[in-house]
């Protein structure tokens, strides 16, 4: 395995078939990969276009490449009924999020200002002439389909078996090293040395969503990157964490933030109805496993898991 860092989290590729220096130059192109789309589309960076865009105030020309990833956004936020929203980006900023993540950096004394929701749907995005306007005061973040995105475009470099995980976004491609499938552990995130539960993968994208990944104090609360569009605060549920597996990291990604925002039981029916599946964490300690999962047993039979499958 080769790891590089990339989006403030570490990025790791395997490809159990190929010689040790052959994995080091695929993950060396994977790493540019990353590396482009991270000058492209960061909102931390003043030189990235996904910036240039925020700060223009009309209608302005982009790349295809930042109209492809915002056509797509804009696909995502219809199929989640605008739980999925990009324009959360002033959101971010006023909970705290205004610099890249480091822990500790992001604390302060004071807490998360309100901030008046935006809508994805208010911003206009011409794709014969490849202009996007959005309305005054409004900014985008693409961190919740970006990364999933360029996991799945890394992915088409990997061989036949194989696979690239980027801070939880992984795609695994073919039936594992044994021919078993990949096994993906899902962490406890209040303990990452304990393992809720062990999916067995083949083929498909997994994507956790958390509020332990990107969390700052602010003031006498914690808060969070995991914004609620309804409210334009970090969102309040009933779980601790989602677990979506899909077709591709772009989806399983987008899937995985929808189902947290809507908590257990409207996140477990939505992830039906999309036909994904996913294992959801209560903040009871409950585990919801949804759609098709194959649950490795325990290696330690005194260990059983106590799960509840939709």
């Not at 899909?246 to 925002?261: G, I, M, N, Q, R």
Request: some cysteine; aromatic content about 4%; glycine content about 8%.
């Amino acid at each position: 395995m080769q790891t590089f860092r990339a989006m403030s989290t570490e990025v790791t590729v395997a490809a159990p078939g190929l010689s040790a220096s052959a994995e080091r130059d695929l993950a060396h192109v994977v790493a540019v990969v990353f590396a482009a789309a991270e000058q492209r589309f960061s909102r931390f960076r003043a030189d990235s276009e996904l910036s240039r865009l925020n700060r223009a105030g009309g209608p302005t020309p982009v790349s295809p490449a930042l109209l492809a990833a915002l056509v797509a956004a804009r696909a995502h936020a219809a199929r989640s009924g605008g739980l999925f929203d990009p324009t959360i980006a002033r959101a971010l900023e006023a909970a705290g999020y205004d610099r890249p993540f480091a822990r500790g950096a992001l604390d302060r004394a004071a807490p998360p200002a309100p901030q008046a929701p935006a809508r994805f749907a208010d911003v206009a995005i011409d794709e014969a002439a490849r202009v996007v306007a959005c309305p005054p005061g409004v900014a985008l973040d693409l961190g919740g389909v970006i990364k999933g995105r360029t996991v799945d475009e890394a992915a088409r470099l990997l061989p036949a078996v194989g696979f690239i995980d980027a801070g939880g976004d992984a795609a695994l491609r073919g039936d594992g090293p044994d021919g078993d499938g990949w096994e993906v552990d899902v962490e406890d995130p209040a303990d990452a040395r304990r393992v809720v539960v062990t999916l067995r993968v083949r083929d498909r994208a997994v994507a956790t969503s958390a509020p332990n990944r990107r969390r700052w104090r602010a003031g006498d609360v914690h808060a969070h990157h995991l914004i609620d569009p309804r409210t334009g605060r970090p969102a309040v549920t009933d779980l601790a964490q989602a677990t979506a597996l899909a077709a591709t990291a772009e989806d399983a990604d987008v899937a995985a933030k929808v189902a947290f925002l809507l908590g257990a039981d409207a996140g477990a029916r939505w992830l039906e109805r999309a036909g994904l599946a996913g294992v959801l964490l209560g903040v009871d300690g409950a585990v919801h496993l949804v759609g098709d999962v194959e649950v490795v047993p325990p290696r330690d039979p005194r260990e059983p898991q106590e799960l509840d499958h939709a």
